[in-house]
C-alpha cells in the first residue's frame, strides 16, 4: 500500500495560473519535503517541513510555495507557473533528519505549463 | 515545456550479468549514503544505505561499496534482471548538511 501518495499523477496548468500539488503520508513522519525534477536530473529539493517549522532552500523562487496543515498533509503552491517550472515533483518523507533516515517518497506529479 | 536535461550515463548489461554502478562524491563529511533506484514514470525507491563506519554493506542481490579514502560509493546488482532496468542515484548527507544530495543518475538498461 502507498505510503506517500501524490495527487494528481498528472497535472496540466496555464501559463501563470495558480496550481496546488497534494502530497499525503501514512507513515506519522516528522518530516516531509518537495522536490523538483527535470528530465534526466537528480531531484533537486525546494523545502522541507520539521514538522511545522517550514525550511526553504536559499535557491528556491519565490514562486514556489508550501503549506503543511497538518502532520499528514502537505501542498506545493505555484503561484504563477512559467514555463520552465514544468517538471516531476516528488513529495517525500522521512522520521527524522540526517542519517539512518532515509526519504521514503511518493510517485510523483507530472506538471505540464501550456 | 521542459528544458533538455543532462544525458545521463547510461550502463547497459545482459541478463543474469552482476551490475555496477559507480557514484563519487564531494563531501568528505559525507557519513550517510542511500542508493534510490527511479523507474520511468516513478518517485525514486529506497534500495539500500551505509553509514560511513562500514565500507560494505549487502541486501538482497545488492552490495554497496563505500571508499572513504577517495570518495567513491557504488552499487552492485548481483544476476541482473529485466525489473532492474531504471535510473540509480546516489545520495549523501552528513556533517552540517543534515539534508540529502542526490549524485546525477546512472540509466541502467538490462537486454534480455
Known amino acids: 500500500d502507498a505510503m506517500v501518495i501524490q495527487n494528481p499523477r498528472y497535472q496540466v496548468t496555464q501559463f501563470g495560473k495558480p496550481v496546488t500539488l497534494s502530497c499525503s503520508q501514512t507513515?506519522?513522519?516528522?518530516?516531509m519535503y518537495w522536490y523538483q525534477q527535470k528530465s534526466s536530473q537528480a531531484p533537486k529539493l525546494l523545502f522541507h517541513?520539521?514538522?511545522?517549522?517550514?525550511?526553504n532552500e536559499a535557491d528556491t523562487p519565490d514562486n514556489f510555495q508550501s503549506r503543511r496543515p497538518n502532520t499528514s498533509f502537505c501542498f506545493l503552491d505555484i503561484r504563477s507557473p512559467g514555463l520552465g517550472d514544468a517538471a516531476m515533483y516528488s513529495c517525500?518523507?522521512?522520521?527524522?533528519?540526517?542519517?539512518?533516515?532515509?526519504?521514503?517518497f511518493g510517485n510523483g506529479t507530472r506538471l505540464t505549463v501550456t | 515545456g521542459e528544458s533538455v536535461g543532462l544525458h545521463l550515463p547510461t550502463l547497459s548489461v545482459q541478463e543474469g550479468d552482476n551490475s555496477i554502478i559507480n557514484c563519487a562524491y564531494s563531501?568528505?563529511?559525507?557519513?550517510?549514503f542511500i542508493w534510490y533506484k527511479q523507474e520511468s514514470g516513478k518517485g525514486p525507491q529506497f534500495i539500500i544505505d551505509?553509514?560511513?563506519?562500514?565500507d560494505k554493506r549487502q541486501g538482497q542481490r545488492v552490495t554497496v561499496l563505500l571508499n572513504k579514502t577517495v570518495k567513491h560509493l557504488s552499487l552492485q546488482i548481483a544476476a541482473t534482471q529485466p525489473g532492474d532496468s531504471a535510473v540509480y542515484f546516489c545520495?549523501?548527507?552528513?556533517?552540517?548538511?543534515?539534508?540529502?544530495?542526490f549524485g546525477k543518475g546512472t540509466l541502467l538498461t538490462v537486454n534480455p
Open positions: 545520495a549523501e548527507s552528513g556533517g552540517s548538511n543534515y539534508k540529502l544530495t
Open positions: 507513515l506519522n513522519h516528522n518530516v
Open positions: 517525500a518523507t522521512s522520521r527524522d533528519v540526517g542519517g539512518d533516515s532515509p526519504l521514503h
Open positions: 563531501n568528505s563529511a559525507s557519513d550517510y
Open positions: 551505509i553509514r560511513s563506519n562500514m
Open positions: 517541513y520539521y514538522d511545522k517549522d517550514f525550511n
